[in-house]
């Protein structure tokens, strides 16, 4: 396999072959270590040292299901410090087969310029002039590529929130549609990509598979065929996502208090019945849109939808949890087409769906715009389009929305906004948000299957830390596979486990063991804490706003019970 380096300032393209340290990693891991080693710590996000690090995992662009998930990783403009954020669709799977394990982005160029890097069938590499894509939304830009270059490519892209380097700015990657619907959008790394002057990377269809690394081609055979036995017998993957999606959280999470709502100061929504995952698969069937969708490559779960209009006209895809939370809870809205609408602009636009939902609820409790105001929700993502004062403001995310209204309820950490579960009313959540080295996530560690299936006490302090702790570092080791987080859950008892390990082994000719998989995670999250100390974050950087600690979230009328001390114990 080999590595593409791309030099914004001198634009040259270059390859070389994979250095032996980098030789087992993948995804996560990969963009983790190389930017520890590469980029100075203490660097400005968005100047000339800092890197951009496309990495499919180490399994993408082999024939195991679920397996096209990529890493995008860099020094974040929004947390400060390391960040990886993973996006699905067609990427990680061309980059794959393609032979590339990772796509290197450095340097800046001068004068604003914008180009388009496009790679070919064969992997071969070039940077070319994207001026006339300038100012284009994400929609728009990816027609026109396709066009261009032919169906059978898949596209990275940024928005006018990148260009503008604002710090919740996504990436958005094509699915099998030729949609730009699935987001890199956690840690501002869309900015990252418009520092470097680069609107979007176009990656042919390979011909045929790499198979050039494969070390057991037979026995990876096996483990695969294992695996996908698993993913469709598991209750989670195999009956609930096909049916209504990550969706079917919103009835579970709010009957636990734990939906946080009308900007986390309630555990509910009310109306949440309205936006629930029974509503959604019921609302998309009647209108002859999908409920049971192919949205990423090689997937088999197909827990992604396709949202229709009254009309049947396409709106967005795939309409999912943490977006109806943050787009709907958050800002009291229950109209499911607002939240459709909010969820197509934030992606057009090139936006984190949940730092921006956030943000509007920050917004809409500092008396800016009322609770429950979809059109007013939906002007305010246009004022980001249009690099409105207030639009500039909104697209750095809740942290500038707070200091802009001098408000004191942020839910935020590393200024990154909570995910869809209130850590007061899952405290384990709420220690993941503190700890982990990419601020507040819903990847990181999510316990939300433990409470729901009663091993864990959401409410009470006992076994929390280990829990997030272990959670971490199982996530952690997942990303680096190439695997999409939501098949973890069937993965998870020893036999699937040995099948993931047959594959792993198959694949890089290693000789892993269950431990060694702990030791992997391990080392991704201290090579992640080992950068962020560099780069001046320390344990006061992992706390929950005050508020957390001081306000009771209604039904339960709990705070956070985490000690400072316990948290500084979790990733120890």
């Known amino acids: ?227 996908a036995k698993f993913i469709k017998e598991d209750v989670f993957t195999g009956i609930m996502l096909p049916e209504q999606g990550t969706a079917s959280l919103v009835a579970a999470v709010n009957s636990m208090g734990a939906f946080p709502s009308y900007n986390a100061t309630k555990g509910m929504l009310e109306g949440w019945e309205k936006i629930s995952g029974d509503a959604l698969a019921e609302t998309i069937k009647k209108r002859g849109g999908e409920t049971t969708h192919l949205g990423c490559a090689q997937c088999i779960v197909r827990c992604s939808n396709r949202f229709v209009d009254e009309g049947g006209e396409y709106v967005t895809s795939a309409l999912e949890y943490e977006t109806i939370w943050s787009m709907g809870g958050m800002t009291g809205i229950s109209d499911i087409d607002i939240i459709a609408r909010l969820d197509f602009l934030a992606d057009d636009i090139g936006v984190d769906t949940m730092n921006t939902g956030v943000a509007v609820a920050v917004a809409m409790d500092a008396g800016h715009k009322s609770f429950g105001d979809g059109r007013a929700a939906i002007e305010m993502l246009e004022e980001i389009a249009r690099g409105t004062e207030f639009g500039r403001v909104l697209g750095n995310g809740p942290e500038a929305v707070g200091r802009h209204f001098d408000h004191h309820r942020v839910p935020a950490v590393k200024g990154q906004s909570i995910a869809a579960y209130d850590p007061r009313g899952m405290q384990g959540n709420g220690v993941t948000y503190a700890t982990s080295p990419m601020g507040a996530d819903h990847t990181a560690g999510n316990l939300v299957g433990s409470y729901l299936g009663g091993v864990l006490n959401p409410l009470e302090a006992e076994g929390q830390v280990e829990a997030s702790r272990n959670a971490q570092i199982k996530i952690a080791y997942f990303d680096c596979t190439g695997l999409c987080m939501l098949v973890a859950s069937a993965l998870a008892s020893p036999e699937s486990v040995d099948a993931l390990l047959k594959v792993i082994n198959a694949k890089l000719g290693t000789k892993m063991g269950h431990d060694d998989l702990t030791t992997m995670g391990l080392k991704v999250l201290g090579v992640e804490k080992e950068f962020n100390r560099k780069a001046g974050l320390t344990n006061k950087d992992d706390r929950l706003p005050a508020f957390f600690h001081e306000e009771p979230l209604p039904p339960h009328n709990k705070v956070f019970l985490i000690s400072d001390e316990e948290l500084d114990s979790t990733l120890n």
């Open 1 to 227: 396999m080999k590595l593409l380096r791309i030099n914004m300032g001198s634009k040259t393209v270059t390859e070389e072959n994979v250095p032996e340290k980098y030789a087992e990693l993948g995804g996560r891991g990969l963009t983790a270590v190389m930017i520890n080693s590469e980029v100075p710590p203490t660097c400005d996000p968005l100047g000339p040292e800092n890197k951009l690090i496309f990495a499919p995992g180490f399994l993408s662009g082999t024939s195991l299901v679920n397996s096209s998930r990529i890493s995008i990783g860099a020094k974040s403009p929004l947390t400060g410090g390391i960040k990886e954020s993973n996006a699905g669709g067609t990427v990680a799977a061309f980059l794959g087969k393609l032979g590339i394990k990772a796509v290197v982005v450095e340097g800046k160029p001068d004068g604003g310029e914008l180009f388009l890097l496009r790679i070919d069938e064969n992997g071969n590499a070039a940077l070319l002039s994207a001026e006339n894509y300038k100012g284009i939304r994400t929609y728009a830009v990816t027609e026109k590529l396709l066009q261009s270059y032919g169906e059978k490519n898949a596209v990275m892209c940024i928005g006018p929130a990148g260009e503008y380097q604002l710090a919740s700015a996504s990436i958005q990657t094509s699915d099998v549609d030729g949609h730009p619907s699935r987001a890199a959008g956690r840690g501002g790394l869309g900015a990252v990509m418009g520092s470097k002057g680069l609107k979007a990377i176009v990656i042919a269809q390979p011909g045929k598979r790499n198979d050039d690394e494969m070390a057991d081609p037979e026995a990876f055979k096996e483990g695969a065929t294992a695996i």
